[in-house]
């Protein structure tokens, strides 16, 4: 029932403002009472466009210091970065390559799979 009553500043309820229209509860209200409001949808709208504006301001912000990684393929000898140390120590052969940067690298020595993202691989030009 509160969500229902409109408040006092605005004259629309707090469902009003939240879904464009009133919800359901146990006092009989005509149906039209129920429809989205028009004024909602194109708010609806509004709301989207600035938050897509937003996200892509955002996202070229954080874009700024990127570089595009070049892809590896199956059978390349990579060196891997040591998540604590930072340091480029192990070496190992990429056995698969999945979506989204993700390789699966068989680890030279103890001849582990682990699973690396690109960013955490270079190639051995040593080898």
């Not at 989205?36 to 938050?51: G, I, K, T």
């Not at 480029?88 to 989204?100: A, H, L, M, Q």
């Amino acid at each position: 029932m509160y969500r229902n009553t409109p408040l006092r500043d605005g004259g629309r309820s707090p469902a009003q403002l939240a879904l464009g229209r009133h919800l359901r509860d146990s006092i009989p209200s005509p149906s039209q009472r129920y429809k989205l409001s028009p004024e909602w949808c194109r708010d609806l709208r509004r709301r989207e466009l600035s938050m897509v504006t937003r996200g892509e301001k955002s996202k070229a912000a954080y874009d700024v210091g990127t570089k595009e990684l070049s892809e590896m393929s199956v059978g390349d000898s990579v060196l891997c970065q040591d998540a604590r140390t930072k340091a480029w120590d192990r070496r190992g052969v990429i056995v698969e390559k999945s979506p989204f940067r993700k390789y699966l690298v068989k680890m030279q020595g103890t001849g582990r799979v682990t699973i690396r993202n690109r960013r955490h691989l270079k190639l051995d030009l040593q080898k």
